[in-house]
């Protein structure tokens, strides 16, 4: 069965570095996402993505955050410079309806 | 805004015993409705889903919800819980034609003993 994949699955970095978080979505999907979630808080939307543009984002996901399909594969999120409050595990899903969405594995993130 | 609430944070139940978790959503108009389970170490998979149709709604591993409009809640259920069961559930709502985004509840922790 397809899975949307994640890496890496543990990322560590300093505040103010970038980092680059990788997925592989379902190959024949066309809708994709990002969320977050902070330890001990709710899975949070961070940005949908569709048609080679963002279809819509919430207000965590400001300037310091970047989507990008570089190719047909891969989808990436970019956090530019790393704030301590960005240490969360970031799921990336796919969806071929945008009604049902399927998970990757998630990439923990901490930033000291 | 949309919200999503789950009413419990941690449930612990033994084996076979009748499993509820509530999730109430605040939203006027049509939504559809998800159910999400997080096993130990593993990434979040679709229980069940509720777009239109039959409100009693039928997912994998023998949970069902219910979907009730006058209430705005979907409470999932199972009526006998094992130990695989173990995990933590998440109820999410999102609004049709509006690109998908999944709204979530905090979560419910699920510890079944044996």
């Known amino acids: 069965e397809p899975e949307v994949t994640q890496t890496p699955s543990h990322q560590v970095t300093q505040m103010g570095q970038e980092v680059i978080l990788r997925c592989v979505p379902i190959?024949?999907?066309?809708?994709f996402y990002w969320y977050r979630q902070i330890l001990g808080q709710k899975v949070e939307f961070l940005v949908s993505?569709?048609?080679?543009?963002?279809?819509?984002k919430s207000e965590i996901f400001d300037d310091q955050f970047s989507v990008e399909r570089p190719d047909g594969s891969n989808f990436t999120l970019k956090i530019r410079s790393t704030k301590l409050e960005d240490s969360a595990m970031y799921f990336c899903?796919?969806?071929?309806?945008?009604?049902?969405?399927?998970f990757g594995p998630g990439t923990r993130l901490t930033v000291t | 805004a949309q919200s999503v609430s789950q009413h419990n944070h941690h449930v612990i139940l033994s084996e076979a015993a009748s499993l509820e978790l509530g999730c109430n959503y605040s939203?006027?108009?049509?939504?559809?409705l998800f159910w999400y389970v997080q096993y130990p170490g593993q990434h979040l998979q679709l229980l069940l889903k509720?777009?239109?149709?039959?409100?009693l709604v039928k997912g994998i591993k023998g949970f069902e919800a219910e979907f009730i409009k006058s209430k705005f809640s979907f409470n999932l259920r199972k009526p006998s819980v094992q130990w695989s069961d173990t995990a933590e559930y998440f109820c999410?709502?999102?609004?049709?034609?509006?690109?998908?985004?999944?709204?979530f509840g905090q979560g419910t922790e699920l510890s079944v003993k044996p």
């Open positions: 899903a796919s969806s071929s309806t945008a009604y049902e969405q399927y």
């Open positions: 190959s024949n999907h066309l809708y």
């Open positions: 993505f569709y048609n080679n543009e963002i279809s819509e």
């Open positions: 939203y006027g108009g049509t939504v559809n």
């Open positions: 509720y777009f239109s149709g039959d409100p």
């Open positions: 999410a709502v999102t609004v049709p034609l509006r690109g998908g985004k999944l709204i």
